[in-house]
């Protein structure tokens, strides 16, 4: 356990935010809409390979979403994210993943 998981556990507020919790859930599962024209050309593109499938943009767009409401964080809150994912970035995925998945 990390030394500072009772810090995060008692803060009053989450480092992002209960204002914008919903905008970071809908821009993290975002899935985006294609009529059925737009499928197609999109089919027709992936194929000759001249653009991303629907699946690369709704990642790229999830990514800029997410990113963009980062930027929206009160600026504390920002530097407290900003040092927890530099300090997290120094750890391999295989010792994090357990840690993640046990609470």
Known sequence: MFPF??????????????????????AASKVLQFTHNQTKQM?????????????????VQRISDVHALVHRLP??????????VSHLQGY?????????NSH
């Open 5 to 26: 998981t009772a810090f995060f556990r008692n803060l009053p507020e989450p480092v992002m935010t209960f204002r914008l919790h919903e905008e970071f859930i809908s």
């Open 43 to 59: 089919q027709l593109f992936t194929k000759v390979s001249l653009s991303p499938s629907p699946e690369q943009e709704t990642r």
């Open 75 to 84: 600026p504390a809150n920002f530097r407290v994210l900003d040092i927890l």
């Open 92 to 100: 391999p995925n295989d010792y994090l993943r357990p840690i993640w």
